[in-house]
């Protein structure tokens, strides 16, 4: 069987995925010369137990890739198919096929890791030239962690920002897209330096909502954490219902 080329602008049904990677060992995304293992700093974040990275929590794999500013190839299952994400942190781009769009029943809840692997592309300007995908193949990062963070599966603080704490967000946070509450809350953020605790009892806000955005604002590298500030707070033990945007 041939492999798949790296640039396929296809993704694959779940079934597909599932053979190639029986045959081969891996996807063939990530057939290249090159890396075949991905940096030890980045496994050694990933496999810590007890953490929900090691458990396949894709916006704290996501999170523990930009800290360490390492790219990785992420088998994300997303309606029925299986979407090959790579990501750049250093360079805030991402490579798919096709843009991660929500489903019409699901949104992005239904999120799944299957599995990271190194990245077989490189960013575009890269001197490996060879390895650079198609152009319109690339996209803003940043867009597409704010909407991981606001409608994906994930409904509680990322590990990084939890605890006692109070967050105002940048004055970058601006530029992120957020409608009604989220955004009214986003607004006020830029004012005020408050604990989550806070947050949820704004209008139209609740404990997982004050959560979902304080990932988004600390996935786009537009928060502010402060500990010893006199408005932090003991992150809530709650998780209320709420409904999403």
């Known amino acids: 069987m041939q492999e798949r080329d790296f640039d396929d602008s296809s993704l694959w049904r779940i079934s597909e995925f599932e053979r190639l990677r029986r ?3 891996s996807s063939g995304y990530a057939r290249l010369d090159g ?3 991905l940096s030890t700093t980045l496994v050694a ?8 990275a090691a458990r396949g929590d894709v916006l704290e794999v996501l999170a523990a890739c930009l800290r360490q500013r390492e790219s990785a190839l992420l088998y994300l299952k997303h309606d029925g198919l ?5 990501v750049f942190p250093a360079s805030d781009l991402y490579h798919s096929p096709r843009p ?4 019409r029943d699901l949104g992005l809840a239904d999120l799944t890791l299957l599995a990271v692997e190194p990245p077989g592309l490189r960013p575009p300007g890269h001197y490996q030239h060879e390895r ?19 409608h994906g599966p994930r409904e ?5 920002v ?4 109070a967050y105002r967000a940048l004055g970058v946070a601006a530029r992120l897209g957020a409608t009604g509450a989220m955004g009214a809350a986003l607004e006020r953020l830029r004012r005020e330096t408050v604990s989550l605790r806070e947050i949820a009892t704004w209008p139209g806000m609740s404990v997982e909502r004050a959560a979902r955005l304080v990932n988004a604002l600390y996935l786009a590298r537009s928060l502010m954490v402060m500990r010893a500030h006199p408005a932090a707070r003991a992150e809530p033990a709650s998780r209320l219902p709420s409904s999403r945007r």
Do not use: H, K, N
């Not at 509680?156 to 990084?160: H, K, T």
């Open 23 to 25: 045959q081969m060992g």
């Open 35 to 37: 890396p075949t293992v």
């Open 45 to 52: 974040e990933l496999q810590r137990r007890d953490t929900d």
């Open 82 to 86: 299986v979407w090959p994400v790579t």
């Open 100 to 103: 991660l769009q929500p489903s």
């Open 132 to 150: 650079i995908g198609r152009a319109e193949a690339y996209r803003p990062l940043v867009p597409l962690l704010w909407q991981l963070a606001l």
């Open 156 to 160: 509680r603080l990322l590990a990084e």
């Open 162 to 165: 939890g605890g006692t704490a």
